[in-house]
C-alpha cells in the first residue's frame, strides 16, 4: 500500500528531528547541515502539507534562525511558513503580513517558484476572509509564473482554483 506524503514526511520529520539531537563535531556554515538548515526544512515541508504541530514547533526557530544569520531566503521561508500556520490557527487576518513579506522577499529574489507558492497560500487566506478579487488577483499571478516556468501540475491547481 503506498504511503501518503503526510506519513513520508513525519518518516523525514523523525529522522531530522533525531539529527537535531545527534552529537556532532562544531560545523562552519557551509560545511554541513546546521540547525538553520533544519529548521527550515521542516518549517517549509510542514508548510506544504499545513502540518500545524510541526509549525508551530519550528517555523518560530525557522524564524530565529534566519534572523540572527541574516539570511534572506530561509527568512522567507520561514514568513511563509509562520502566515501558514497563522491561518491553520485561524488568524486569517494576522496571516496576511507575513505571507506578504515572503511574497516580496520571493520577488526581490526572483525565486519564482517559491513566489507562486506564497501567492498561494496569500490567496487561500484572502479567500477565507471573503477578499474575493485579491484572492483572484494572486491566483491570477501565481498561475502566469508557474505557467513560465513549466510547472504544470501548480499551474493546473492554481487555475481550477480560479474556475471555482
Do not use: C, N
Not at 562544531?26 to 502539507?49: K, N, Q
Not at 513560465?148 to 501548480?154: Q, S
Request: charged share 25%; proline share 5%; no cysteine.
Amino acid at each position: 500500500m503506498p504511503r501518503s506524503a503526510e506519513s513520508e514526511f513525519a518518516l523525514i520529520r523523525d529522522h531530522l528531528e533525531d539529527a537535531l539531537e545527534a552529537p556532532t563535531d562544531p560545523a562552519r556554515w557551509g560545511s554541513a547541515a546546521t540547525d538553520a538548515d533544519l529548521y527550515v526544512s521542516l518549517a517549509d515541508a510542514a508548510a506544504e502539507i499545513a502540518d500545524l504541530p510541526t509549525l508551530e514547533r519550528y517555523a518560530p526557530l525557522a524564524l530565529a534562525a534566519a534572523r540572527r544569520l541574516d539570511h534572506r531566503l530561509y527568512a522567507a521561508v520561514a514568513e511563509r511558513a509562520d502566515g501558514i500556520r497563522l491561518r491553520a490557527l485561524g488568524h486569517f487576518a494576522d496571516s496576511l503580513e507575513p505571507l506578504s513579506r515572503a511574497f516580496v522577499a520571493f520577488d526581490r529574489l526572483g525565486t519564482r517558484w517559491q513566489t507562486g507558492q506564497t501567492l498561494m497560500a496569500r490567496a487561500a487566506t484572502y479567500a477565507a476572509l471573503g477578499q474575493d478579487p485579491l484572492a483572484r488577483g494572486d491566483r491570477l499571478q501565481a498561475l502566469d509564473l508557474f505557467t513560465a516556468l513549466g510547472a504544470r501540475p501548480a499551474a493546473e491547481a492554481a487555475a481550477r482554483l480560479l474556475r471555482e
